[in-house]
């Protein structure tokens, strides 16, 4: 359930390069494997779809991922330290899913680090479901960790 207090309904709305910075900002305090800078701007100019999620005029969130045909890549979901636990990750997964349902998309796929307990719990409950590992897939502090990679049927 997402706590809506006095900062009123959060909006989902397209990135734009004014966000780029932002974004970064918040991938550097929310994930140990964060997205640069160039990553946001390469996705933005190439041919991902890209979303903010915004509450009260502040841009607390993103969710990037791609379509080719009938299938969906997430390649980054990122909520701000500040606004995690609130449900504002499962609203921009929810709203990404139901976008490429109208789309015509059939199955959508996710890499997550194992430890990532938090987020693999979120796609879990979004009926995501692990089908493969990668070995020693991100690099972290010297040392490697393993991808869950997950599916969802459409």
Not at 123 to 129: I, K, L, R, S
Request: aromatic share 6%; hydrophobic share 45%.
């Amino acid at each position: 359930m997402i706590n809506i207090d006095v900062m009123g309904e959060p909006c989902i709305r397209p990135m734009v390069a004014a966000d780029l910075s932002i974004l970064a900002a918040i991938e550097k305090h929310a994930t140990p494997t964060p997205w640069s800078l160039k990553n946001f701007s390469d996705s933005l100019q190439g041919h991902d779809c890209c979303r903010v999620l915004v509450l009260a005029e502040q841009v607390i969130g993103n969710i990037v991922y791609s379509q080719v045909l009938d299938e969906v890549s997430l390649l980054n979901i990122t909520i701000s330290p500040a606004f995690q636990g609130r449900g504002y990750g499962r609203l921009l997964l929810q709203n990404m899913l139901a976008q490429v349902a109208a789309n015509d998309a059939s199955q959508c796929f996710l890499e997550v680090r194992a430890s990532n307990i938090a987020a693999i719990h979120l796609y879990q409950a979004c009926q995501f479901a692990e089908i493969g590992r990668r070995k020693n897939y991100y690099q972290l502090q010297g040392q490697r960790e393993d991808a869950l990679v997950m599916k969802r049927e459409l």
